[in-house]
């Protein structure tokens, strides 16, 4: 009887371990799985083109904002672009404008397909700032710039074949292979090119022949013989017959002994042609005045070989960390702040390496042509990962001893000194003007007027054997050099200027991680915008913070000296005395509130509907600042509003400003 009860027993215990087991199984598994997570790319711009294929050439899928974390499906062999997953299904992006996270070594490289269709000439191009001036040339998927052979076609000065004709004398020389700076399809059709002709001009025409274009260090090579390129390693597609004298670029070596060429052709295929078969192109003139060095970068989007252990690295391996001057022109300085002397002055656009960055978090200390320098970071596109730039805790002061002055003289047409988005003014004290920053150059005069009420753009500033020199052009007396003055706000255009009423401190709240101190007595500042109970102001050194609006009144009595200085309203200031605008001094805008777009580029074509193919309405420059009243249903054009009335303006060439879900979608169909 004893042993009828034990077998129940026996079975609930068997049962018991059984279920503990297959538990402890389960939650293993459970964990095990948790440690195969796809790898993110986290978009590092303030919006980032999702597109239908693996390059520029393909149409966009969506178009995400900053911040957005996308799973990673698969790479391009060229490990630039890679597959990720979106609301809007499957789609292709450049790791370079992103930050990788997450292990990338288990990442398939994938064939591509029919993915989509290129994007050839479909309401605007990239380098086209939306149909305009171009902003960069024309590049392949693998971000060489493309290049073209002339055929002799008229050169017209818009993508219409009733556009005004600048030459039809474009000379027809397939040894000479220029930059394709844009590319887009007119009302009918046609596919135009804009090119730009040495001594002729920048124009568009209706035909060329796209060519490889060798600059910088990379090589061009060229079919001796009919021969098959391979993918072995590379993708599984199926090898094709090369014909004689198709180009490529020799981007490497690859085959046990050596004996194939790594072959990039125009439109980016990568694959291996037998090194017999392919010789160094020659007989060819490349214009490659102001491009970018096109060699090929094997860190550039991941799966790059370690050249001295041969294995492939986990994650995607980015360039070094980097800004683009995000307006017309930026002066670059000694030191972090605006009041020390200028380095160099560079064109929006330019690419800076980041060297390190100010504890203030505002100024970066950058590496160009020019040597080193400091920028502030609110006129400057961040690439790259912010956490690996170093604090410079100890002041570093860039000598530029002999930079930009000629040795101490002053340039024909010098930049007016900049503080933060405004022209920093001086009133003068009655020193003697020279013609040089010495005491040993001419005196242009002792009659200098002494009347702090009177404020003068700063032209710009020297520092000789000690002496900090000061650039002005005083009516009635010239332009020279003096050794002091009074710095002083300078209120043009439409800024608003306030002084400050009461001893308040001044924060920094969501800004920066300084502490906050207190802003004295009749100190100056510009108000650039509201915060509650607070002005956000911006001091004259180009610090911005809050400040209670309680304790802010007007400054009156003073006459600001404006003519040929640029209107300084919503960061228009670029620190060149060539920009555009009247400005009437003391008027007062109030400034552009809810949605909006910055141009993110030199010039801007505002166009009367949404695509490259309409009418031009206006031409913004950089730094622009707009009002956003819609947006198209393909999320790529903005329905905008400015002084020119309304129009529409390319995604791709604007920094959003706002809240993007509540832009209404336009019907667009009536256009």
């Given at each position: 009887m004893k042993a009828i009860f034990?077998?129940?027993?026996?079975?609930?215990?068997?049962?018991?371990?059984?279920g503990l087991l297959m538990g402890g199984a389960a939650s293993a598994s459970d964990q095990q799985q948790a440690t195969f997570q796809a790898p993110l790319l986290v978009v590092n711009t303030s919006f980032l083109n999702v597109r239908t294929g693996p390059g520029v050439q393909y149409t966009v899928l969506v178009t995400v904002v900053g911040g957005t974390e996308l799973p990673v499906l698969g790479r391009h062999a060229d490990n630039v672009w890679y597959q990720v997953n979106t609301d809007g299904g499957p789609g292709w992006v450049n790791v370079e404008f992103t930050l990788p996270r997450g292990d990338f070594s288990n990442i398939p490289i994938l064939e591509v397909g029919e993915t989509g269709a290129p994007n050839v000439g479909v309401g605007g191009n990239p380098g086209q700032g939306g149909g305009g001036a171009p902003a960069a040339p024309v590049t392949s998927g693998t971000g060489r710039v493309q290049g073209v052979s002339l055929i002799g076609r008229n050169l017209r000065a818009q993508p219409d074949w009733n556009a005004l004709i600048l030459s039809s004398a474009v000379p027809n020389d397939p040894n000479t292979i220029l930059p394709l700076l844009g590319i887009t399809t007119g009302s009918d059709g046609t596919i135009w090119y804009n090119v730009n002709v040495p001594n002729i001009?920048?124009?568009?025409?209706?035909?060329?022949v796209l060519r490889v274009l060798e600059c910088g260090s990379v090589t061009a090579g060229i079919v001796t013989q009919e021969t098959p390129i391979r993918f072995d390693g590379i993708s599984t597609r199926d090898s094709f017959?090369?014909?004689?004298?198709?180009?490529?670029?020799?981007v490497g070596f690859a085959g046990v002994n050596n004996e194939f060429y790594r072959f990039e052709l125009v439109d980016g295929t990568l694959g291996l042609v037998h090194t017999s078969a392919v010789?160094?192109?020659?007989?060819?003139?490349?214009?490659?005045t102001g491009l970018p060095n096109v060699a090929g970068n094997p860190g550039q989007g991941g799966g790059a070989v370690d050249a001295t252990t041969g294995t492939r690295t986990t994650v995607p391996q980015l360039a070094a960390n980097r800004v683009i001057v995000n307006t017309g022109f930026l002066n670059l300085r000694s030191g972090p702040g605006a009041g020390y002397s200028i380095v160099a002055t560079v064109a929006g656009g330019t690419e800076l390496i980041v060297l390190g960055r100010a504890t203030d978090n505002v100024w970066f200390l950058v590496q160009g042509d020019f040597g080193q320098g400091w920028l502030n970071s609110q006129f400057a596109l961040f690439r790259g990962d912010y956490s690996t730039v170093p604090v410079i805790t100890e002041l570093l002061i860039v000598d530029n001893s002999n930079a930009g002055q000629g040795g101490g003289v002053a340039a024909p047409n010098p930049s007016t000194v900049v503080s933060g988005r405004h022209v920093t003014g001086v009133s003068l004290i009655g020193r003697n003007m020279h013609q040089n920053p010495s005491y040993d150059s001419l005196i242009l005069s002792s009659a200098v007027p002494n009347d702090p009420n009177v404020i003068y753009p700063l032209l710009a500033t020297q520092e000789v054997a000690g002496t900090v020199w000061y650039l002005v052009d005083v009516p009635n007396v010239g332009r020279g050099w003096m050794d002091g003055v009074t710095l002083r706000i300078l209120q043009?255009?439409?800024?608003?200027?306030?002084?400050?009423?009461?001893?308040?401190?001044?924060?920094?709240?969501?800004?920066s991680n300084q502490q906050s101190f207190i802003i004295d007595f009749d100190t100056e500042f510009y108000i650039v915008g509201r915060r509650n109970e607070f002005a956000i102001i911006e001091l004259l050194d180009g610090t911005t913070g809050y400040f209670l609006a309680a304790s802010i009144g007007p400054r009156t009595g003073v006459t600001n000296i404006c003519t040929g200085v640029p209107t300084t309203v919503g960061g228009g200031t670029t620190g060149s005395t060539t920009g555009g605008g009247s400005t009437t001094g003391g008027g007062t805008v109030t400034p552009i509130t809810g949605n909006r777009v910055v141009v993110n580029t030199g010039n801007l074509n505002v166009r009367s509907g949404p695509s490259a193919a309409f009418s031009t309405v206006a031409t913004v420059p950089g730094g622009t600042e707009l009002a956003v009243i819609g947006r198209a249903p393909d999320g790529v054009w903005y329905y905008v509003e400015g002084s020119f009335g309304r129009g529409w303006v390319n995604n791709q060439f604007v920094l959003f400003r706002g809240d993007y879900a509540t832009v209404p979608v336009l019907d667009i169909t009536g256009n």
């Amino acid at each position: 009887m004893k042993a009828i009860f034990r077998v129940p027993i026996l079975l609930a215990i068997l049962v018991l371990v059984l279920g503990l087991l297959m538990g402890g199984a389960a939650s293993a598994s459970d964990q095990q799985q948790a440690t195969f997570q796809a790898p993110l790319l986290v978009v590092n711009t303030s919006f980032l083109n999702v597109r239908t294929g693996p390059g520029v050439q393909y149409t966009v899928l969506v178009t995400v904002v900053g911040g957005t974390e996308l799973p990673v499906l698969g790479r391009h062999a060229d490990n630039v672009w890679y597959q990720v997953n979106t609301d809007g299904g499957p789609g292709w992006v450049n790791v370079e404008f992103t930050l990788p996270r997450g292990d990338f070594s288990n990442i398939p490289i994938l064939e591509v397909g029919e993915t989509g269709a290129p994007n050839v000439g479909v309401g605007g191009n990239p380098g086209q700032g939306g149909g305009g001036a171009p902003a960069a040339p024309v590049t392949s998927g693998t971000g060489r710039v493309q290049g073209v052979s002339l055929i002799g076609r008229n050169l017209r000065a818009q993508p219409d074949w009733n556009a005004l004709i600048l030459s039809s004398a474009v000379p027809n020389d397939p040894n000479t292979i220029l930059p394709l700076l844009g590319i887009t399809t007119g009302s009918d059709g046609t596919i135009w090119y804009n090119v730009n002709v040495p001594n002729i001009g920048v124009g568009w025409m209706d035909g060329v022949v796209l060519r490889v274009l060798e600059c910088g260090s990379v090589t061009a090579g060229i079919v001796t013989q009919e021969t098959p390129i391979r993918f072995d390693g590379i993708s599984t597609r199926d090898s094709f017959l090369l014909s004689i004298n198709t180009e490529g670029y020799i981007v490497g070596f690859a085959g046990v002994n050596n004996e194939f060429y790594r072959f990039e052709l125009v439109d980016g295929t990568l694959g291996l042609v037998h090194t017999s078969a392919v010789a160094r192109r020659t007989g060819v003139t490349n214009v490659c005045t102001g491009l970018p060095n096109v060699a090929g970068n094997p860190g550039q989007g991941g799966g790059a070989v370690d050249a001295t252990t041969g294995t492939r690295t986990t994650v995607p391996q980015l360039a070094a960390n980097r800004v683009i001057v995000n307006t017309g022109f930026l002066n670059l300085r000694s030191g972090p702040g605006a009041g020390y002397s200028i380095v160099a002055t560079v064109a929006g656009g330019t690419e800076l390496i980041v060297l390190g960055r100010a504890t203030d978090n505002v100024w970066f200390l950058v590496q160009g042509d020019f040597g080193q320098g400091w920028l502030n970071s609110q006129f400057a596109l961040f690439r790259g990962d912010y956490s690996t730039v170093p604090v410079i805790t100890e002041l570093l002061i860039v000598d530029n001893s002999n930079a930009g002055q000629g040795g101490g003289v002053a340039a024909p047409n010098p930049s007016t000194v900049v503080s933060g988005r405004h022209v920093t003014g001086v009133s003068l004290i009655g020193r003697n003007m020279h013609q040089n920053p010495s005491y040993d150059s001419l005196i242009l005069s002792s009659a200098v007027p002494n009347d702090p009420n009177v404020i003068y753009p700063l032209l710009a500033t020297q520092e000789v054997a000690g002496t900090v020199w000061y650039l002005v052009d005083v009516p009635n007396v010239g332009r020279g050099w003096m050794d002091g003055v009074t710095l002083r706000i300078l209120q043009c255009g439409n800024d608003q200027v306030g002084i400050a009423i009461d001893q308040t401190p001044i924060t920094f709240d969501g800004i920066s991680n300084q502490q906050s101190f207190i802003i004295d007595f009749d100190t100056e500042f510009y108000i650039v915008g509201r915060r509650n109970e607070f002005a956000i102001i911006e001091l004259l050194d180009g610090t911005t913070g809050y400040f209670l609006a309680a304790s802010i009144g007007p400054r009156t009595g003073v006459t600001n000296i404006c003519t040929g200085v640029p209107t300084t309203v919503g960061g228009g200031t670029t620190g060149s005395t060539t920009g555009g605008g009247s400005t009437t001094g003391g008027g007062t805008v109030t400034p552009i509130t809810g949605n909006r777009v910055v141009v993110n580029t030199g010039n801007l074509n505002v166009r009367s509907g949404p695509s490259a193919a309409f009418s031009t309405v206006a031409t913004v420059p950089g730094g622009t600042e707009l009002a956003v009243i819609g947006r198209a249903p393909d999320g790529v054009w903005y329905y905008v509003e400015g002084s020119f009335g309304r129009g529409w303006v390319n995604n791709q060439f604007v920094l959003f400003r706002g809240d993007y879900a509540t832009v209404p979608v336009l019907d667009i169909t009536g256009n």
